[in-house]
C-alpha cells in the first residue's frame, strides 16, 4: 500500500502564496519512491475533482493545467519521499481541497488513472 499525507493548506489573500507538501510512506518510500509520477488535484464545492499539476518519477518532467501555468510550480525530493506544489499568485477561485495522488510508471492525465491518495489539504483564498 502507499500513503500520501499532505499539509500546507490554510487561509490566504488574494495574491498570497503557500506551498503544499505530500509525504509518501508504504510502497511509495525510500528507493520505490521515484517509481510513482505525482500528481496534485483539487476539489471545489460542488465541482468534480480536476488535475492541477503532474510530475514524472525522476522530476524530470512536469505538466501543468492551463490555470496552474506560470502560477504554481510542482517539485518533488525523491530523497525525502516529498512532493511539492507552490502556489503563488492565488485567486479567490484556486479555493479548493487539495488533494496528492500516486500512480506506479508515468505520468497520468485523468483522475481515474491515480491508485493512491492523500485525505487531502483545504486552501481558501480571500478576496
Known amino acids: 500500500q502507499v500513503q500520501l499525507v499532505e499539509s500546507g493548506g490554510g487561509l490566504v489573500q488574494a495574491g498570497g502564496s503557500l506551498r503544499l507538501s505530500c509525504a509518501a510512506s508504504?510502497?511509495?518510500?525510500?528507493?520505490?519512491?521515484?517509481?510513482?509520477?505525482m500528481a496534485w488535484f483539487r476539489q471545489a464545492p460542488g465541482v468534480e475533482r480536476e488535475l492541477v499539476a503532474a510530475?514524472?518519477?525522476?522530476?524530470?518532467?512536469?505538466y501543468y493545467v492551463y490555470f496552474a501555468e506560470g502560477r504554481f510550480t510542482i517539485s518533488r525530493d525523491n530523497a525525502e519521499n516529498t512532493v511539492y506544489l507552490q502556489l503563488s499568485g492565488l485567486k479567490p477561485d484556486d479555493t479548493a481541497v487539495y488533494y496528492c495522488?500516486?500512480?506506479?510508471?508515468?505520468?497520468?492525465?485523468?483522475?481515474?488513472?491515480?491508485?493512491?491518495w492523500g485525505q487531502g489539504t483545504q486552501v481558501t483564498v480571500s478576496s
Open positions: 495522488a500516486a500512480v506506479s510508471g508515468g505520468m497520468k492525465a485523468q483522475r481515474f488513472e491515480y491508485k493512491y
Open positions: 508504504g510502497r511509495a518510500s525510500g528507493r520505490f519512491f521515484s517509481n510513482y509520477a
Open positions: 510530475i514524472s518519477g525522476s522530476g524530470s518532467n512536469t
